[in-house]
């Protein structure tokens, strides 16, 4: 018999970031500017049907929106109840005993947990060491590789030709090739898809997700594109009835728009970006240069979790992040509207005077 609980879940926990109420929560990367209209009208219209019968098996209307607008056959698309849920149906999908998934660190802060739900291993190679080199993440033959692209945490994007070197190196190990799977949540805003490459290479999945650039985030819809074969895989893992109804119907429609609501609101982030960019760089905090809708930059007091509770105390939510090779502590920050902007700097200018008057009471005492 199996105990219970799972020796291996000791290393599991329940996610909880600090989400204490502020009122003004920029630690999540979701849309500042609101929803998409076109899901909002389908889901104001929803019927008696919408909630009460059983929605599509596969989500067939979701992939057959994504099939129409990334030009791709629907035997090539696969949903879930956001993106996070098909990775884990990735990651199932490739489970066996010993199975080792590997990434570049500092990156989406689920892939660690997930690859221990899925009770394999999960292995981390400096983001720096991976940027220069590849090979770094083929190493031991993992039978996963994880890239996220723009990265989160940092907004770096990789460049397209180390995408291609990595996939070249994968593919070498032939019918032992890992699956690499392409993290493209915040793919809007960096302006680049490598979605059309799931046609060159068959273990190739390219994720996406409804909760960023299309203001989805309550509905959790995502989905991945990648060959007939692996997709076909990832269903089976994935299993029946993932995606609501209402999910499914309203991210259809919010991604067969052509009213320009994303593209506005992309474009007004990415002049804020640079704005906010310029901002922290004034302030001396080494903003890391994102193609995403956040920013990375160096915790003011050199301590993130402690930058982040005095934020906190302020009514400003970010996320804290530590130990990032040859940078240090740092602050997350979720790009929005400008007036929201200035709230969060002048929490951020209130803490750095706080801790500049604090120098100075040190100073004294030490003198
Ligand atoms: C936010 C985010 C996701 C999206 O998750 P959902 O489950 O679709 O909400 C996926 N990957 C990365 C890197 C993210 O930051």
């Known amino acids: 018999m199996s105990p219970f609980p799972r020796a291996d879940y000791a290393r599991v926990s329940r996610y909880e970031p600090d989400r204490r109420p502020v009122s003004l929560d920029l630690s999540d990367n979701t849309n500042l500017w ?21 929605p599509e098996l596969y989500a067939d209307v979701l992939r057959d929106a994504v099939s129409v607008r990334f030009d791709v056959d629907p035997d090539c698309v696969t949903t879930g109840a956001g993106s996070d849920d098909v990775l884990d149906s990735a990651f199932r999908a490739v489970f ?40 770094r993440l083929c190493e031991g033959r993992p039978d996963l590789i994880y890239v996220c692209r723009p990265n989160n945490p940092t907004g770096e994007s990789a460049p397209a030709e180390w995408v291609e070197r990595l996939l070249g190196l994968a593919d070498e190990a032939g019918p032992d090739a890992p699956l690499v799977i392409l993290d493209e949540a915040y793919a809007d805003f960096g302006g680049e898809t490598l979605i059309p490459w799931v046609a060159r290479y068959s273990r190739l999945v390219v994720a996406r997700t409804a909760s960023k650039a299309f203001g989805l985030a309550g509905l959790r819809c995502g989905f991945a594109v990648a060959s007939p074969e692996t997709t076909l895989e990832i269903e089976k893992s994935r299993g029946p009835y993932k995606v609501s109804r209402l999910a499914a119907e309203a991210t259809a ?38 193609r995403a809708n956040f920013i990375l930059f160096a915790a003011p007091s050199g301590q993130a979790r402690a930058d982040a509770l005095s934020l906190r105390d ?3 939510g970010v996320r804290p992040f530590i130990g990032i090779p040859g940078f240090g502590e740092g602050l997350r920050v979720t790009v929005g509207p400008w007036p929201l902007m200035e709230r969060f700097l002048e929490a951020l200018d209130a803490i750095l005077l706080d801790g500049a008057a604090r120098d100075r009471a040190n100073g004294e005492m030490t003198r």
């Open 34 to 54: 609101g929803t998409h209209p076109a899901a909002l009208e389908r889901i104001r219209a929803a019927t008696a049907d919408d909630l009460a019968r059983y």
């Open 96 to 135: 066996a005993p010993g199975a080792t998934v590997r990434y570049a660190s500092p990156t989406f802060s689920m892939i660690e947990p997930l690859a221990h739900m899925n009770a394999m291993s999960a292995e981390a190679v400096p983001w720096g060491e991976a940027l220069v080199d590849p090979a």
């Open 253 to 290: 429609a919010a991604l067969r728009d052509d009213s320009g609501w994303m593209a506005s609101t992309v474009e007004e982030c990415l002049a804020n970006r640079a704005r906010l960019h310029s901002a922290l760089t004034e302030r001396g905090l080494r903003p890391f240069d994102s």
């Open 314 to 316: 302020r009514g400003v």
